[in-house]
Nanobody
Framework: VQLQASGGGLVQAGGSLRLSCAAS????????MGWFRQAPGKEREFVAR????????SYADSVKGRFTISRDNARNTVYLQMNSLTPEDTAVYYC?????????????????????WGQGTQVTVSS
């Protein structure tokens, strides 16, 4: 499975960005998908997760109400709509795929719950 993240860039505080992650080489519609981020000098952290059919979504407290995860299984793509961005959102954003149907680790936002990772896309929010 290959994951290609895109859509990052430089945006002013209060602005919006939409990240995309295109999957290939696997059965995307069966995967739970997650977004993570890693800021300079910090550990990679969970941002959002969506189940294989979109029926369940979860978010880190820091992004609730501002970010929305969605997916289009016909396009093998997962999205992260990011609104009201702040400088604290500056990071490299990674998409990840969990191919297991029942995985408590990914449900809890654990990095080790995901088998496949994209290369990351940089998001920089200026103040």
């Amino acid at each position: 499975v290959q994951l290609q993240a895109s859509g990052g860039g430089l945006v002013q505080a209060g602005g919006s960005l939409r990240l995309s992650c295109a999957a290939s080489g696997g059965t995307f519609s069966r995967y739970h998908m997650g977004w993570f981020r890693q800021a300079p000098g910090k550990e990679r952290e969970f941002v959002a997760r969506i189940t294989w059919n979109g029926s369940n979504r979860s978010y880190a407290d820091s992004v609730k109400g501002r970010f929305t995860i969605s997916r289009d299984n016909a396009r093998n793509t997962v999205y992260l709509q990011m609104n009201s961005l702040t400088p604290e959102d500056t990071a490299v954003y990674y998409c990840a795929a969990d191919a297991q149907p029942y995985n408590i680790l990914s449900a809890r936002g654990r990095i080790d719950g995901y088998e496949y990772w994209g290369q990351g896309t940089q998001v920089t929010v200026s103040s």
